[in-house]
């Protein structure tokens, strides 16, 4: 184990409820956070449920952890009370606990493509590629990725923001031919992101390696990371199960797909 002890919040989500299970071998003490009730505790889990607008409560969550996983949060558009509280609130909460936590962690943040959804698929990127967000959810992953920049410059805090492409157990439509991430490789990201002696705050785009990728990571290349999986083995079932997007569809236009052709969700 490297850690001592790891924070996984929004650890009932698709993502949480994953690494609760795939990580126990990073840390000697997981402590597992979401709003709702969390389910029973193994030996080696600690359970702190709260709502990430609690200034009080993220700051003791936060405390006596070397690391965190920061997957709890608004994951897709809502209205503006709603990403505020979680994702601009939550956000800056967790960093005023990582400041005046006894131990400096380190942190992981599922930061989202949709920061930069708005780029065409024409287009490639890196972690230089300015934020293009799709929607206030996109924004708050903007913001977010500000808080993790200013608090490594001001504190040394260290932040990996990961900008996860689509994450699941396979590629669901045309789009996340190019996004997807399997949870295997993003484990690997993790182990790779807690090992490398220097971390900094890099921007890393989360995705398998899939030949119709968009992203280039070979600028944050020292942590390791060599994505194992693909999605190409999928293609002839998503090609036999739905036709691609047409031409002006935002699915066949934007990196962030649908996300861009929505509207506001007024409060
Ligand atoms: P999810 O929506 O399944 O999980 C998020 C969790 O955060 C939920 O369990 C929810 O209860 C919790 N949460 C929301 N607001 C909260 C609040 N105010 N206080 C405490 N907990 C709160 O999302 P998923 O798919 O597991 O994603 C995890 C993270 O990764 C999210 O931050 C999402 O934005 C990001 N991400 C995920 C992608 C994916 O493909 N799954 C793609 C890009 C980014
Ligand atoms: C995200 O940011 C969302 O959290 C996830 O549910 C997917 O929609 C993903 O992006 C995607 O773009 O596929």
């Known amino acids: 184990t490297m850690l001592n002890r790891l924070l996984i919040t929004g650890a009932n989500g698709n993502l949480g ?49 070397d690391g965190i996983l920061h997957l709890g949060g608004q994951s897709v558009e809502a209205p503006l009370e709603v990403i505020r509280n979680a994702n601009l609130d939550g956000m800056f909460n967790l960093y005023e606990g990582a400041r005046k936590s006894r131990v400096t962690p380190r942190i992981i943040f599922a930061s989202s493509n949709h920061a930069i959804g708005f780029h065409k698929q024409t287009e490639r990127l890196d972690a230089e590629s300015v934020t293009r967000p799709d929607g206030l959810y996109g924004v708050s992953k903007v913001f977010g990725e500000a808080i993790a920049s200013m608090y490594h410059d001001k504190f040394g805090i260290e932040t990996a923001s990961v900008r996860i492409g689509s994450c699941f157990p396979e590629p669901k439509n045309h789009r996340m031919l190019s996004t997807w991430m399997s949870h295997e490789d993003f484990v690997r990201l993790i182990e790779r992101i807690f090992i490398t002696p220097r971390l900094g705050c890099p921007i890393i785009y989360g995705a398998s390696a899939n030949a119709a990728s968009w992203w280039d990571n070979r600028e944050v290349a020292y942590p390791g990371w060599t994505p194992q999986d693909s999605s190409e083995p999928f293609r002839a079932k998503i090609d036999a199960e739905m036709d691609p997007p047409k031409g002006d569809d935002a699915n066949a236009l934007y990196q962030g797909g649908g996300f861009c052709a929505d509207g506001i969700h007024e409060d």
């Open 17 to 65: 409820r994953e690494m609760r299970t795939r990580l126990t071998h990073l840390a000697k003490t997981i402590r597992l956070s979401d709003r709702g009730d969390l389910g029973a505790a193994q030996a080696h889990e600690e359970l702190m449920p709260c709502d990430l607008g609690d200034k009080q409560a993220v700051e003791e969550l936060v405390e006596g952890c």
